[in-house]
Nanobody, 127 residues
Framework: VQLVESGGGSGQTGGSLTLSCAASGYTYSSYCMAWFHQSPGKEREGIAAIGKDGVISYADSVKGRFTISKDSAKNTLFLQMNSLKPEDTAVYYC???????????????????????WGQGTQVTVS
């Protein structure tokens, strides 16, 4: 199983960026997938999750600004980031595992160790 993020970079306050996470090596559609971010000196925080049936959940910090989606045909997860803020500056990771929705939510909110598969991370800097 391999997850590869792309699309990070620099953005301006109020601007937009789109992150992608290309997945390979497993049946993508049956997995819970999530985005996390980690700022210097802080713990990794789950910000959005999407279940195998397309159900979605967001952290309050990004709700209304970020959109998680997936293209099952291309085995790719996306994070559309709008209305960027300087506090969105972080390394962004995608994560995945075969979790039911309840466990997926728990893993995203507070137990990232339940995800067995992680990307390498992509830096987002907002100024």
């Amino acid at each position: 199983v391999q997850l590869v993020e792309s699309g990070g970079g620099s953005g301006q306050t109020g601007g937009s960026l789109t992150l992608s996470c290309a997945a390979s090596g497993y049946t993508y559609s049956s997995y819970c997938m999530a985005w996390f971010h980690q700022s210097p000196g802080k713990e990794r925080e789950g910000i959005a999750a999407i279940g195998k049936d397309g159900v979605i959940s967001y952290a309050d910090s990004v709700k209304g600004r970020f959109t998680i989606s997936k293209d099952s045909a291309k085995n790719t997860l996306f994070l559309q980031m709008n209305s960027l803020k300087p506090e969105d500056t972080a390394v962004y990771y995608c994560a995945s595992d075969r979790l039911n929705w309840g466990v997926c939510l728990q893993a995203t909110a507070s137990r990232p160790q339940l995800f067995g598969y992680w990307g390498q991370g992509t830096q987002v800097t907002v100024s």
